[in-house]
């Protein structure tokens, strides 16, 4: 009985693994906290994941993507800061640095 029930099952069991499942949908990619440093831009994550673009020019307005996260987004940085570490905030004005967000550009200044 146990053999013949496996037979009648298999073919169900197949059927299922081959339905198509629905896409499993990905954390936001919102940036909670943005930091802009001398050498680098960090942002955190809604996700929990924390993003770094490095700089490899020597100084001046510079441009790289986030490395070690799940979003390679582009960072340009339009100004540095004379201040070791400078917490970003999101703006509509002058942005000191733009993440190219695949919803569109996100752009930040210091924090009032």
């Known amino acids: 009985m146990t053999v013949r029930f496996l037979l009648l099952a298999l073919p169900l069991l ?3 693994a081959a339905e198509p499942r629905p896409p499993v949908s990905a954390p936001a990619a919102e940036p909670r906290a943005v930091t802009l440093y001398r ?6 994550m809604a996700d929990g ?14 441009s790289a993507s986030f490395r070690g996260c799940p979003h390679p987004w582009p960072v340009r940085v339009a100004r ?3 201040v070791p570490r400078l917490p970003l905030a999101p ?5 000191w640095v733009t993440l190219a967000a695949p919803g569109g550009p996100l752009a930040y200044a210091p924090r009032p």
């Open 80 to 82: 540095t800061a004379d």
């Open 91 to 95: 703006t509509q004005g002058d942005a």
């Open 49 to 62: 994941s924390l993003c770094a673009a490095v700089r490899e020019g020597a100084s001046g307005p510079w």
């Open 14 to 16: 197949a059927a299922c």
């Open 39 to 44: 050498d680098t831009v960090t942002a955190r």
